[in-house]
């Protein structure tokens, strides 16, 4: 349960709270919303401190039905959450998209997609450098030296990085270049992951698990941002189901459930739902339009020749067009797309 604060509130309420649960032998968490202190009291016997703690001053309501993820929960915290990844606000008014190859395969390669996303109007660089393959004999990344090659993108474009972190033990690389830590979604609930992130002070993209419910997908955002790092944007990536038209089964209701649930930004990527190139384009146009905060689309300068998930990255004319049709839609929205438009609008 939840004892709800104002956080403005004096220490002495506060402490007041901490001391009631910690000599009942339960476990406290505090946080701060803008405008709450929530102390989760947690453990055993809890509902029966639920008197004493709302008559204390300052307590404004005990919640005694607050889900697991109590941090990232809407309940108590009603202002949206905006994630900066360079000049872009996640979860702002503006949609943004993230683009770029699967892996990073060369230099010239991640020199000639960052090009062409920038280009686009993209407004951050994606692209693995450690990849988590089904197959272990399938090409893993260029691991350390692909970051390096990400960092020299990153500085001729001025695009802020994307890229996934596989391993704790890389977590201080990965974070020297990357702008966005990226959980792929077979590592949703890597625990420990999870716990290391939450100590960094850098955004991280939290993917949707193949299989993962919402409520999963959230508790696994509320591990990071509950160890500390509030910056955390949710993406919506397809789940599996017994479908074989597509990679991964798009779940377009997630986004407004999660926008219900949560005051983090979602995002969607439509490359590892579709899983082709084709489906690509309605399933991102589909995502915006359902009230997505931000797109991550795989595209390449030579898609034929992509060392991982060829069939599903966008040529540079496609991602171009695409991005066309998406102004169209984010404006009927009202949303300004992409940093130049987001600046245009404040
Ligand atoms: C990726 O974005 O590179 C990726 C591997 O995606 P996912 O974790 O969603 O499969
Ligand atoms: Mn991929």
């Known amino acids: 349960m939840i004892a709800v604060l104002s956080r403005t509130a004096p220490l002495a309420q506060k402490a007041a709270v901490v001391r009631i649960a910690e000599d009942a032998g339960l476990e406290v968490h505090v946080s701060e919303t803008p405008t709450h202190c929530l102390i989760g009291l947690l453990g055993e016997g809890a509902s029966t401190l639920v008197p ?30 905006e994630v900066r990844v360079g000049q872009a606000r ?15 395969e060369s230099r010239e390669q991640v020199l000639a997609a960052g090009d062409a996303v920038k280009m686009a109007g993209a ?8 990849k988590p393959r089904t197959s272990p004999y399938a090409f893993q990344g260029l691991g350390r030296q692909g970051l390096e090659l990400l960092a020299e993108a990153r500085a001729r474009t001025g695009l802020p990085i994307v890229t996934e972190v596989l391993d704790v033990r890389d977590i ?12 792929g979604a077979r590592n949703m609930q890597h625990v420990p992951l999870l716990r290391e992130l939450g100590r960094l002070n850098k955004p991280v993209l939290l993917k949707r698990g193949l299989c993962a419910t919402l409520d999963e997908l959230l508790c696994a955002a509320e591990y990071i941002v509950s160890a500390g790092n509030g910056q955390v944007i949710l993406c919506e990536r397809g789940v599996r189901t017994h479908v074989d038209h597509a990679r991964a089964t798009l779940d377009l ?19 590892h739902a579709a899983g082709t190139r084709a489906l690509v384009a309605p399933l991102a146009r589909a995502a915006l339009a359902a009230g997505a905060d931000g797109l991550i689309i795989e595209s390449h300068p030579a898609p034929e020749v992509a060392r991982s998930d060829k069939a599903q990255q966008l040529r540079p004319d496609q991602l171009t067009s695409l991005m066309d049709e998406l102004r169209g839609i ?15 609008a404040a």
């Not at 996640?90 to 990073?104: E, L, N, Q």
């Not at 997630?254 to 990527?269: N, S």
């Open 90 to 104: 996640f979860g702002g008014d503006a949609v943004h998209v993230i683009a770029g190859p699967c892996s990073v």
């Open 330 to 344: 984010a404006s009927v929205l009202g949303r300004p797309l992409g940093v130049d438009a987001q600046e245009a």
């Open 52 to 81: 004493r703690v709302e008559a204390l001053d300052g307590v404004i309501e005990v919640d005694r039905k607050a889900p697991p993820y109590m941090i990232v929960s809407r309940t108590h915290h009603a202002h949206r959450t």
């Open 253 to 271: 209701a997630a986004i407004a459930v999660l926008k219900e649930r949560t005051h983090l930004p979602v995002i969607v990527d439509p490359s």
């Open 172 to 183: 201080d690389a990965v974070a020297e270049v990357a702008d966005v830590l990226q959980v």
């Open 123 to 130: 407004s951050a660089l994606r692209g693995g450098a450690f």
